[in-house]
């Protein structure tokens, strides 16, 4: 497989960054920011990660069916995960949880048909004194409402 | 930078540079005290810093609450095999955000904290274990580590010290199982977070087979104080047995949620009345859960003398946790609390012990069922059974982080599920708005 120089620079910094003998450490960061840039977890980025670090196939799809956030599907462009857990849920992140999918028309994991955005009930992602919170990707998003998120999933609509 | 506003009742010494626009830079670091700790402790004999450390009275941050000077002092100095310092950033704790709150604004601190370990246990390499969601944390992280690296507070021979350190972030991928040590150990070494029997410990046996010194980001983050100020400074903040201060993350219906740093020992009354301007909308108080969504409950009677700190959370039956207090008013449904905390352990229990895996699954179809109206009065019995089954049955402490709060609820809060029975939906329901 190619990836793009930069996350060739990322993959030869993880290489170096364990101890010799030791390169299976770098798998879990490999497969996640190649997931980044590939989309999800494809079977040819197994056995690609596996070469890397010098284990069999099967290692590294045992490690990807244990981890939430390696995904062995493509999802939306934009993937909205909505916490739901205790301390969004007293601030009616549960709510607004259905609201997101009433809004989108879509259940849990599930896709846009123009694969543009998704949507996730996702477990405590550490925004507990901003409740609720939304993460698009990797950008959190605090003290949500449900018009906030249709502010929010517009211009996820309109972004390229 | 995520900051809420300060409360005049904080103690700020972690959260000393919080609001500095320069905070996280190395040139803001060093004009604000930055380095002093590490360059005082590479004057001193590890033991010496060892010595320090246990005088702070400073306790493992991450829940379990160890003290921190005698988890290092297990570290055998004189292996021939390398040492790892290792940082839990996977910070998951339903509650929990002060760590990211940390990383975010002062990442500095931590590496200080961080090398000073380091000198204590004769370490040369860390990594610093950063939950997957948190990008934007290991891109923090790993900016500061370029700028300690170029400035020469990392590398080859610190600051001509003679000591040598590298320093590595490391993502995780999802997993709550990975905040717990021997999991994590697992995770950062590419295998999924199954946690491993112990002994050996972390301190003798950790990263990589090698003695490892594994704490908390919030733990290492007070080193640099400690050192820089003496560790007797440190403990005079807090209580006898419990030194410093605690970054606590207040949730849930206060009207300033928001990560405060609070002396150990603080009234919980004061807390929550007053650094968290009370209950929001005018409403009373019906529990919280003082440290992560781990940790027995508390009613608001029990609120009554007690203070933020390990003993006098024992004493209550309950933990100082993860620092993530859970603020519950009197409309909250605590059948519907007690199944949201239960369907997050049963998502996350990793499989390994079957009192856990099965425990967690078989509570969760049970309290779905009676939120729902369709419970049963033996049901509620056969609750706290089950979750007492799973105490103490496990290999790591999700089990017991499983059980606890649920047993607290159903013993604390009996009459709400005899509310919830005959066939009734859940009579809280709809009553906020």
């Known amino acids: 497989m190619t990836f793009s120089p930069q996350l060739e620079a990322r993959f030869d910094k993880l290489l170096k960054s364990y101890p010799p003998g030791r390169r299976r450490a770098a798998m879990i960061p490999m497969l996640l920011y190649a997931q980044d840039e590939v989309g999800h977890v494809s079977g040819e980025l197994i056995e690609e990660v596996a070469r890397r670090v010098g284990v069999t196939a099967l290692q590294v799809n045992e490690v990807v069916s244990y981890y939430s956030m390696l995904r062995r599907r493509p999802l939306g462009k934009y993937h909205v995960q909505v916490c739901t857990n205790i301390s969004c849920q007293l601030r009616d992140g549960d709510k607004l949880w259905e609201h997101a999918c009433r809004k989108l028309g879509i259940g849990n994991k599930e896709t846009t048909a123009d694969g543009r955005i998704s949507i996730e009930e996702v477990e405590c992602i550490g925004a507990c004194s901003w409740a609720p919170a939304v993460q698009v990707n990797y950008e959190f998003h605090h003290d949500m409402t449900p018009a906030k998120l249709d502010e929010l999933l517009e211009d996820l609509r309109k972004k390229p | ?148 690296y170029g400035g020469g507070w990392l590398g080859r021979n610190i600051q001509g010290t003679g000591f040598d350190f590298d320093l590595y972030t490391h993502s995780g991928a999802g997993a709550y199982e990975c905040g717990e040590e021997s999991a994590l150990l697992e995770s950062l070494e590419g295998k999924r977070g199954i946690p491993r029997i112990r002994p050996p410990f972390p301190a003798v046996v950790g990263a990589f087979g090698c003695p490892t010194v594994l704490n908390n980001v919030e733990t290492y983050c007070a080193v640099p104080a400690i050192l820089r100020d003496g560790g007797a400074a440190f403990a005079a903040l807090g209580v006898p047995r419990s030194g410093g201060t605690r970054m606590t993350c207040l949730t849930g219906h206060v009207n300033k949620p928001g990560v405060y740093e609070l002396r150990l020992g603080f009234p919980a009354r004061q807390m929550i009345e007053e650094v968290g301007g009370g209950i929001r909308n005018g409403k ?113 402490p999700l089990g017991d982080a499983a059980a606890m709060p649920t047993i607290s609820i159903v013993e604390k809060f009996r009459q709400e599920f005899e509310d919830h029975l005959n066939g009734k939906p859940c009579p809280y329901e709809g009553v906020t708005a």
């Open chain 2, 284 to 396: 009373k108080l019906k529990a919280f859960i003082p440290g992560g969504s781990s940790c027995p409950v508390l009613t608001a009677a029990e609120l009554e003398g007690a203070t933020m700190d390990y003993d006098s959370m024992a004493a209550r039956k309950t933990m100082l946790g993860s620092g993530g207090v859970i603020v519950m008013d009197e409309d909250t449904c605590m059948v519907k609390a007690a199944l949201r905390i239960m369907r997050f352990y049963a998502h996350e229990s990793c499989g390994w012990c079957i009192p856990c895996r099965e425990g967690t699954t078989w509570l969760k179809k049970i309290l779905t069922r009676f939120h729902e109206g369709g419970g049963v009065r033996s049901d509620i019995d056969l609750i706290g059974d089950l979750a007492k089954n799973m105490l103490g049955r496990t290999f790591c």
């Open chain 2, 1 to 148: 930078m995520l900051y809420n506003q300060p409360s005049p009742l904080e103690t700020r010494v972690l959260s000393r540079r919080f609001g500095n626009p320069d905070s996280a830079t190395l040139a803001g670091y060093l004009r604000t005290a930055g380095y002093q700790g590490f360059l005082k402790a590479a004057g001193m004999t590890p033991g010496a810093i060892v010595e320090e450390v246990k005088a702070s009275n400073l306790r493992g941050r991450g829940g379990a609450g160890f003290p921190t000077g005698l988890k290092w002092s297990f570290v055998p100095r004189t292996s021939p095999k390398p040492k790892y310092i290792v940082v839990n950033g996977d910070e998951s704790e339903p509650g929990t955000c002060k760590d990211r709150v940390l990383i975010e604004n002062d990442p500095h601190q931590l590496i200080e904290g961080v090398l000073i370990a380091g000198l204590a246990v004769d370490a040369h390499a860390g990594y610093i274990y950063i939950r997957g969601e948190y990008r934007y944390l290991i891109e923090v992280m790993d900016k500061a580590i370029a700028e300690a």
